[in-house]
């Protein structure tokens, strides 16, 4: 078998990818294809797939059917030290007993390289870390304890960084911080990162590309906004932020918009951001696109009128209303806090209204509470 380490480059391509174990199928018939040079997220809840499918690109994972390239070099059979790829876990798996340095050159002395300051000295400059060379891991905070298992990845040049959950064990002001860091190292050096993560706002924050897996399969697949913005199933809507959901039947079309039915309200639908198959469809709207007003305040576009505000969140940057609707169900609407509405309260009988064009349709058949927290956490 020949050494792929330093030989393979150009873009990861995995093809029906199967990872059974015993009669659970980890991951399902699995194709796609990571563009050299790109930040891309396997997102998803736990037990999805996704690191699973990761673990077989590092080699630490024989996979049951289908095969992996990079560029034009197979990798499937590959022993993992022989692959161009380097992994940064969770732990970060540094070595306490050597110095920062020593943990960096590691990878180095093991490949026969003899001077091994030069790139050292470099990896540590892109982490902003130079002054920390002599120390121990444990005498490093977990954010630079972070940057080093990155530094220690990337000094070997591999054609593809694996990042699983790397950045879990961290705060949340630290793992923001670190989240924008990240993204412009893999800016810098230009090297392929595919990062493993169940939080959304990390892969819409760092990836290019996310790829959204529900049970061992890819759900959707596209950039940050398109995800976001035209969800094509209930599980990407609920799981990447927050989506209200109502169920509709759709009457008549009008040029560009399907007309829906929503208990008896007409609303329009744009047919370019419908998935729906028949006439049964699940009208999607984000909650920050939703308008909300006392009831005696005239409204343009889309309005669902009749609506009870039965929760007030006041949440800084913005106001979060949970408004129960005649028909029994409670639609969220986030309203920013710039003085643009007045305050409103609990029990108030309010209208809520949207804009068309920020409609997106789903097929009626869906389960309209797939990938939401709820479902997920009672799934598991």
């Given at each position: 078998m020949?050494?792929?380490?330093n030989?393979?480059s150009?873009?990861l391509?995995?093809?029906?990818i199967t990872?059974?174990f015993g009669?659970f199928?980890?991951?399902?018939d699995?194709?796609?294809?990571?563009?050299q040079?790109?930040f891309?997220?396997?997102?998803g809840?736990s037990?999805?797939?996704?690191t699973?499918?990761?673990?077989?690109?590092a080699?630490?994972?024989?996979p049951?059917?289908?095969t992996?390239?990079i560029?034009t070099?197979?990798i499937?059979?590959?022993r993992?030290y022989k692959?161009?790829?380097?992994t940064v876990?969770q732990?970060?798996a540094?070595?306490?007993?050597l110095?920062?340095f020593?943990?960096?050159?590691f990878?180095?002395?093991?490949?026969?390289v003899?001077?091994?300051?030069?790139?050292?000295?470099?990896?540590?400059?892109?982490?902003e870390l130079p002054?920390l060379a002599?120390?121990?891991?444990s005498?490093?905070?977990g954010?630079?304890?972070?940057r080093?298992?990155?530094?220690?990845a990337?000094?070997?040049?591999?054609?593809?960084?694996?990042?699983d959950e790397?950045?879990?064990?961290?705060?949340?002001?630290?793992?923001?911080q670190?989240?924008?860091?990240?993204?412009?190292?893999?800016?810098e050096?230009?090297?392929t990162f595919v990062?493993v993560?169940?939080?959304?706002?990390e892969?819409m924050?760092m990836a290019?590309?996310?790829?959204v897996?529900?049970?061992g399969?890819?759900e959707q697949?596209?950039?940050?906004?398109d995800?976001?913005?035209?969800?094509?199933t209930?599980?990407?809507?609920?799981?990447?932020?927050q989506?209200?959901?109502i169920k509709?039947?759709?009457?008549?079309n009008?040029?560009?918009n399907?007309?829906?039915?929503?208990?008896?309200?007409?609303?329009?639908?744009?047919?370019?951001?419908?998935s729906?198959k028949?006439?049964?469809?699940?009208?999607?709207?984000r909650?920050?696109k939703?308008r909300i007003q006392?009831?005696d305040?005239?409204?343009?576009g889309?309005?669902?009128?009749?609506g009870?505000?039965?929760?007030v969140s006041?949440?800084?940057?913005s106001?979060?209303y949970?408004?129960?609707m005649?028909?029994?169900?409670e639609?969220?609407?986030f309203e920013?806090?710039?003085?643009?509405?007045?305050?409103?309260?609990?029990?108030d009988?309010?209208?809520?209204?949207?804009?068309?064009i920020f409609t997106f349709?789903l097929d009626?058949?869906?389960?309209a509470?797939?990938g939401s927290e709820?479902?997920?956490?009672?799934?598991?």
């Open positions: 020949a050494d792929a380490s030989s393979a150009g873009d391509q995995l093809s029906h990872k059974s009669e199928v980890a991951v399902d699995l194709s796609l294809t990571v563009p040079g790109s891309f997220a396997l997102l809840p037990g999805c797939g996704k699973t499918t990761l673990r077989m690109i080699g630490l994972e024989d049951t059917s289908g992996m390239h560029g070099t197979d499937t059979n590959t993992p692959r161009p790829v380097n876990f732990n970060y540094l070595f306490p007993h110095s920062i020593e943990n960096i050159a990878g180095l002395r093991r490949r026969g003899k001077d091994v300051k030069e790139q050292v000295d470099k990896v540590l400059e892109l982490v002054h002599q120390r121990k891991p005498q490093l905070s954010g630079q304890q972070q080093i298992a990155v530094a220690r990337i000094v070997n040049r591999p054609a593809l960084l694996l990042l790397p950045l879990g064990a961290l705060d949340l002001k630290l793992r923001r670190m989240q924008i860091e990240l993204k412009w190292i893999q800016t050096i230009g090297l990062h993560t169940h939080d959304q706002e892969a924050t290019d590309t996310i790829a897996m529900n049970e399969r890819i697949m596209g950039s940050p906004a995800l976001y913005d035209n969800p094509k209930a599980f990407v809507a609920n799981f990447l932020g989506s209200n959901l509709g039947k759709i009457e008549s009008d040029g560009a399907q007309i829906v039915d929503l208990f008896g309200t007409k609303v329009a639908v744009p047919k370019a951001r419908s729906a028949d006439s049964s469809i699940l009208v999607g709207i909650p920050e939703l006392p009831e305040i005239a409204m343009s889309n309005i669902l009128t009749g009870t505000i039965s929760d006041y949440i800084g940057v106001t979060q949970q408004v129960e005649p028909w029994g169900q639609l969220m609407v920013q806090n710039d003085d643009g509405v007045a305050p409103l309260d609990k029990g009988r309010v209208k809520l209204s949207w804009e068309p349709g009626g058949s869906e389960d509470n797939a709820l479902h997920i956490s009672e799934d598991e």
